[in-house]
């Protein structure tokens, strides 16, 4: 549907209603109105009148005169709030209809009132003329009006009505622009008041550094944005003690040597503060809640208007460290102690009793506490109902609605939206972080459906409004921020999350919209004919891929962002629908079309693609999770262990095929029991009828045909791995392999289907652990290698045309070597919650071959912090999960044969990780080694010690090896028992001896088997 047909139906719907007591605002491109405003209005009243003059202009060529008395003989347009005894008397509206910032449509012979509840209100109103009669929509808050649209038309009616409309949810702000960055920005500020929300800024936008009226204040009045009466307004506790300032050193040097009692008791000792990340102070001490109630009453007291002024939040210090004075202590819950909530009902006194002295000198003032470090409401005392609280939920998952009991996250967060219901708490509001790193606007995540249904159920879960934290898209104020990718340096952050900020903003104030007339509508206008063009299934192929994917998505959750373009085939699918959405846009005479979806295409270049190049990158091993139901061999992949399951798809060309062809995508999962592997391989093929395969193959490789190649083995087999090609007719060749020996060839009893579609073939396997020769136990760390082998008409290599034969691999276009292969890590579940980002395998990085920038470790673990590690490059690169020890001496290496395969040389201190993994057992720990003088292998388990600081040693299980080294690789094996302690992890570290040099690789901790261990 483009934007014609958009507003061609909107255009015959309002045809359809039009009867004689219509009022014409506009007939033919002119007017008889006129609209008024007294002379005394506040401003927002005033520019609500212009703001509807100038847009019926631009539709219809009709410029409304604006008076401040009516006009004899014209249809006058009131505009008034209901502060106008007058003016209320004559619409016939009672006051008592309206909640805040609501407002009121009558239309009364040849007389037209807009009243608010307040100026605010009566500007929605305004703005409520132009979007239904008039079709004018603003999508985006960009300067130049690139993000409002409307369609010319002649006359403009409004039907005879008394209309009243009441804000949906009470709290409907956005932290635009200004709010955020600390710099006006009207045009989000503008944004923001013509979808009936409403901004907020900072004493400087009204003030001055010399107290007098600043420059912007007019226009900041004018749309209605309120003010906050403090520059302090969250982490203030140091700021309240200050004075009220952030340059309040000297102040609080000498309060600490007047009143050292004030500040926090820390390790027994009275320390200093100075900032908004320093300890909480004394808190039970009354003359400092004294002092902090009168610094922050001087910043309200003068000039306080209640309907100008947003709410104050008195948030504490951004730190989980608080005074441990016996007084200060008094003040928790012990029912809390331990959890994240110890010092909530402290926290909570705090601003209660700040409150109270304040509204003793002014009740008016709006003062606000926020659920942050303390999320769940306080059980030792009642909170006054005039505090609005902010439930500050960081963690919050976008990916999942907060109803979904489904989501690890959102099922604890909805835990604690409903206890603070059961508070009764009349003012509880949620701060939605959709603009931060790893939510919507940081991800280009399409969460806009999931923000509907979330504020659908608000009001069910006690919730009154939002607190949306996000960007403006007017260019960076700050310096830093020219250089922060992609968003900020390329003003690109709020475009990547319009859809979400414009469509929230619609139901914030009215749910009972459509969501998809909504959705289809907004996008259709931006994108113009890029959106039927490619664009709109663009939308729809990306939000499955994101709401489909494993694992959760939000502010410090981990699930990566490049795992999101797993699927076989869907980043190339992707990059297709947005060339073709592309070319479309160049054909639309709104040259705008063209620009939002290059913008948007910038996007997906700079979020998703740009991830999924470094992951891919990093990708050497994959987690394989343990199935937690049934699986059917059937080719179908609908069984839930299918989707949980990580991917590998990062096919390349291998064999005959030119390194640089193109290649037909190909994912791959994988997953286990003990006694079965399973594997499911997604072959994407544009042509499946074209298929070429053989069905009597017989062990002849020149009748397989197309086909997928599978190579799998266990550390025990060292060069040696099986090896299974099947074709799309379910043909298979099986054999056992060697890197260097002649292949053997076997009957597998593997339990296989393949499945032919409109758009791939399926192979969906389960191998026998018998027919292996060791069981998939936990822990344990395997090798895979996936190719594929296309034999398709339609195949171009460069070389010629038809038939031709396409190689890609898993394994960077490798078909055969074991060292080429990725590593399989056995996992019992995937990690849910707020620490999914964890690497949830016993064992990491066996083969050396995930290598980052030491930069990328945290600083404590990084190889050169004493500057004692060497490089081979500017890229500085070191295996992940290891460590080493602080003055260790070494550097990463590559095989000669394979400058794919990376390698640890050591020549001082050691090198160590931990084994982690469940039950009593033998673990057998196998390695290859070469070098020269001799190496230890030292293996000992650690529990957590008993005062929960650092690990204790149990000195039982210590084993070691002492190696010779040669000049050749060998292997080398050590056997040891795990006690089975639920906290236990092995240390297995290697140590080089004086004067020696030890070249490491091919790490692997594999868990016995039960036969063994019974056999021992």
Known sequence: MNKKTVFSLFAALLASSLCAGDFVLAKDGTTQCNLVVAKDAAPPLSFGAKELSSFTEKVSSAKIPVSSEPVKGANNIFVGTIADKKLLEKSGIDAKVFKEDGFALVVKENELYIVGENPRG???????????????????????????YFFPKKTIRIPEQKTIRNPYLR????QCGAQLSGTPDIYGATFLVRNNLYGAAGPGVFLD???????????????????????????????????????????????????PEYFPLVDGKRVFIAGGTSPNPCVSNPGLLDLMAENLYAKVKDNYVPEEEEYITIGN???????????????????????????????????????????????????????????????????????????????????????????????????????????????????????????????????????????????????????????????????????????????????????????????????????DALYEEA????????????????????TRYFVESPGCMGWGQGAPLGKLLDPAGSEEKLAELMDKAVEAAKQDKDHRSLKHILEAKEIFELTWRKARKEYLSNFREINVYKRTAPIVIDGVLEEKDWKNADTLANFKPGGHTKKTAKVEPTGVKICYDEDHLYIAVEA???????????????????????????????????????????????????????????????????????????????????????????????????????????????????????????????????????????????????????????????????????????????????????????????????PQFWTVGEKS?????????????????????????????????????????????????????????KTGKGYHHLVKTTKTLMVDLTDDWKSYVLETEKTGVPTERVAVRFFVGKESVLDLDDVYVIPLPPQEEKGK
Not at 342 to 348: E, K, M, S
Request: charged share 25%.
């Open 122 to 148: 009566a500007l929605y109103g305004c703005y409520e003329i132009l979007k239904k009669y008039a079709g004018v929509r603003f999508l985006t808050p960009v300067a130049k009006e690139d993000g409002t």
């Open 171 to 174: 709290g409907r702000s956005f």
């Open 209 to 259: 550094k010399n107290g007098k009226r600043a420059k912007t204040a007019d226009a900041f009045e004018s749309v209605a944005v309120k003010k906050h009466s403090t520059s302090g307004n969250s982490h203030i506790f140091t700021y309240l003690m200050a004075g009220g300032t952030w340059n309040g050193k000297k102040t609080l040097e000498k309060l600490y040597k007047e009143h």
């Open 317 to 515: 210090n951004d730190t989980p460290i608080w005074c441990q004075c016996e007084n200060c202590k008094k003040l928790d819950d012990p029912a809390k102690a331990g959890t994240k909530d110890a010092n909530g009902d402290r926290y909570w006194y705090t601003v209660s009793e700040i409150a109270k002295r304040i509204w003793k000198k002014n009740p008016s003032v709006k003062l606000a506490g926020w659920a942050y470090f303390f999320c769940n409401p306080p059980t030792r005392l009642k909170l006054d109902p005039r505090l609005r609280v902010i439930i500050s939920f960081n963690n919050q998952c976008w990916k999942h609605t907060i109803t979904d009991k489904n989501c690890p996250i959102n099922r604890e967060f909805l835990k604690i939206l409903e206890a603070w219901k059961k508070t009764g708490h009349p003012y509880v509001i949620n701060r939605d972080e959709i603009g931060t790193g790893g939510s919507v606007g940081g991800n280009f995540l399409p969460a806009e459906r999931i923000l509907y249904e979330n504020l659908k159920s608000y009001p069910s879960l006690g919730l009154d409004g939002t607190y949306f934290c996000i960007w403006s898209p007017q260019p960076p104020y700050y310096s830093w921020m020219k250089n922060t990718p992609p968003y900020f340096g390329k003003n690109l952050y709020y475009l990547a999350m319009w859809q979400t900020s414009y469509l929230s903003a619609q139901f914030l104030w009215d749910i009972h919209q459509d969501f």
């Open 523 to 542: 996008n259709s206008l931006y994108y113009g004919k890029a959106w039927e063009g490619g664009y709109k299934e663009f939308r729809k192929l990306q």
């Open 684 to 878: 994407m093929e544009p042509h499946p009828d074209q298929l070429i395969a053989g069905k009597e193959v017989n062990g002849i490789w020149g009748k397989l045909g197309d086909h997928i190649e599978l190579f799998y083995s266990f550390p025990d087999m060292a060069e040696k791995y099986f090896h299974l090609a099947i074709n799309p007719y379910g043909e298979v060749i099986a054999a056992l392999q060697h890197s260097f020996a002649k292949r053997k060839e076997f009957q597998t009893k593997a339990k296989f289907a393949t499945k032919i579609l409109k758009d791939r073939w399926v192979l969906e396997i389960a191998i026998p652990a018998s027919e292996i020769g060791m069981k998939c136990y936990s822990g344990a760390t395997w090798k895979l290698n996936v190719a594929r082998g296309r034999k398709n008409h339609t195949i171009t290599t460069g070389y010629k045309t038809s038939p031709n034969v396409e190689h890609s691999s898993c394994s960077n276009g490798a078909f055969h070597g074991s060292a080429n292969f990725v590593n399989l890590k056995f996992t019992e579940k995937r990690i849910q919650g707020v620490a999914q980002g964890a690497d949830p395998a016993g064992w990491k990085n066996a083969s050396f071959n995930v290598l980052v920038p030491d930069s990328k470790i945290i600083k404590y673990a990084r190889y050169n912090r004493n500057g004692t590690w060497k490089f081979e490059d500017e890229k500085q690169l070191v």
């Open 889 to 945: 001496v070494g550097m990463t290496k590559w095989h000669k044969d394979n400058p794919q395969d990376s390698y640890i040389q050591l020549e001082k201190g050691y090198i160590s990780q931990y084994f982690i993994a469940p039950g009593k057992g033998r673990i057998k720990i196998t390695f290859r080694a070469k070098g020269k003088g001799r190496a230890q292998l030292w293996v000992g388990s650690y529990t957590d010690s």
